[in-house]
């Protein structure tokens, strides 16, 4: 499923940078505007942002300072791979506790933009919000597996999960992508 949010949050993407692309070269060749493109790539940006979030953290995409995690024993560096996935999980909790109140406020008070589009900001809000309550999921459950990986000393399964990739595993994963591309063309 995190991987279906990820093309929807890419398909939303792509679909503003063309409206925005298509509203400059109107505006240049034709002297109008289509309007809202700034405030619509806006809405677009958050929603498909925190859709994606759950796929990057399941591929271990996540930015993570790595510089000494290299030189630790690796029971220190599984530990503190689990550490780092209940500080997301923890601020993750936290971002989309918050974000629902802003969803609520704004369907409460009727809340709309205060732009030519007048959008009800509770929709645009409440797809962001979607996004972050399933980045809250996928990390409960990642966080479940890797206490149980934990306890039973499984370092490979936290390694696996949520553990820092190495330049070995990045040089193999852009390898076999080459590699299917290559096969794919001479096909």
Not at 31 to 39: H, L, M, R, S, Y
Not at 47 to 53: H, P, Q, R
Not at 61 to 68: F, P, S
Not at 103 to 118: E, G, I, K, R, Y
Request: with cysteine.
């Amino acid at each position: 499923m995190s991987l279906g949010a990820a093309w929807i949050g890419g398909a939303i993407t792509l679909a503003s940078v063309l409206l925005i692309c298509f509203d400059v070269i109107v505006r240049k060749f034709f002297g109008f505007t289509t309007g809202g493109a700034d405030e619509l790539s806006g809405y677009a940006f958050a929603i498909s942002t925190s859709w994606s979030l759950a796929f990057v953290v399941l591929h271990r995409g996540n930015v993570r300072v790595d510089a000494l995690y290299q030189l630790f024993p690796v029971r220190v560096s599984a530990v503190l791979d689990w550490l780092s996935l209940v500080a997301l999980g923890v601020f993750m909790v936290f971002l989309t506790y918050y974000a629902s109140f802003v969803v609520d406020t704004s369907w409460a008070q009727n809340s709309a933009a205060n732009t030519p589009l007048a959008t009800p900001l509770w929709i645009p809000q409440g797809l962001w919000f979607l996004g972050l309550v399933w980045m809250c999921l996928v990390l409960a459950l990642m966080l479940v597996r890797a206490s149980a990986a934990l306890v039973t000393g499984d370092l490979t399964t936290i390694k696996d999960l949520c553990g820092v990739r190495s330049a070995e595993e990045e040089a193999q994963e852009e390898a076999e992508i080459g590699e299917r591309l290559v096969k794919g063309e001479s096909a």
